[in-house]
């Protein structure tokens, strides 16, 4: 940004008329609008083709808001935004009854997040308000992680976008239910269980499958974070055997790798290690999604604790739906 203030205050000044922005975050940048307007949160939900029932993320500036926001806190949830907080972790706590039921999806919880980005630190305290803020895509599809993304994507629909430059985590915030007792993962991300127990001195834990009595929360569907190109997860030893026998079936692959050296300007190698690729994930993908392949690879990383963030954000791309003729997925 050429004036960084002018244009915290043009977003500014937006959302107090009901716009919407595209807001760099430390995670993904996101679409927001003023929470407290239910008639601009539901421009949120047209821009994006979002269900109206699935709950956003409110934004605030600091943890001195979570009380305007929640009640009944449990004390857990101060002790991790203490130690989070500015940073890349969503709380689900019982909800205020003035918090409207458009962000919500109509549930008693809502998600608290500080981001710990400058740009959007500067937007929420000039604000003063919470902003509900879903990654700035279409519904499912890949989080933008630039400026330039969220642009390409939702084109008109934003009237101001605010460029912080690429994003430093890259994937989107641990979410954390503190709604129901124990505190449960119900999204993984960069911040792990294992960080959070320490904080809390007692486990947390991460469900292996759906618990269909959990809030519903951002990223939980099965088929997310996707592109339109379909996708196809193989371990490293499998994945040449399938590219070249797709190649000789005649389809145009891409190949997304991170041990195998790559092999042609549609396969790109990400870092070895889960902070980096995590980090090139979102724009890699983009990248592939252009490229006019047929089906993309994805060599599948390790399934250790350290990769889980990763591997949940792929195992969903790789779950989407066929498409109908006008781009969208099939019900």
Known sequence: MTDPDHAVREAVAALRAGQLIGLPTETVYGLAADARNPQAVARIFAAKGRPAD?????????????????????????????????????????????????????QDTVGLRVPAHPVAQAVLSAFGGGLAAPSA??????????AAHVRDELGDAVAVVLDG???????????????RGAPVVLRPGHISAVELSRVLGAPVTTPDAPDATA???????????????????????????????AEKAGQRIAVLSRSLTAQGANWRQLPAD???YANSLYRELRHLDRSGADLLLIEAPPSSVEWLAVNDRLKRAAAHPPETGDGLPKA
Do not use: M
């Open 274 to 276: 889960p902070v980096g």
């Open 215 to 245: 809030p519903r929360v951002s990223g939980a569907l099965a088929s997310h974070y996707a592109p339109i190109t379909p996708v196809r997860l193989l371990a490293a030893a499998d994945l040449p055997a399938v590219a070249a026998a």
């Open 54 to 106: 699935h709950p956003l993320i409110v934004h605030l500036a600091s943890a001195d808001q979570l009380d305007d926001w929640a009640r009944d806190i449990p004390e857990a949830a101060r002790r991790l935004a203490a130690a989070f907080w500015p940073g890349p972790l969503t709380l689900i706590l019982k909800r205020q009854p003035g918090v409207p039921d458009a962000v919500t999806g109509g």
């Open 137 to 146: 895509n279409r519904f499912g599809r890949i989080s933008p992680t630039t």
């Open 165 to 179: 430059g690429g994003c430093a985590v890259g994937i989107e915030s641990t979410i954390v239910d503190l709604s």
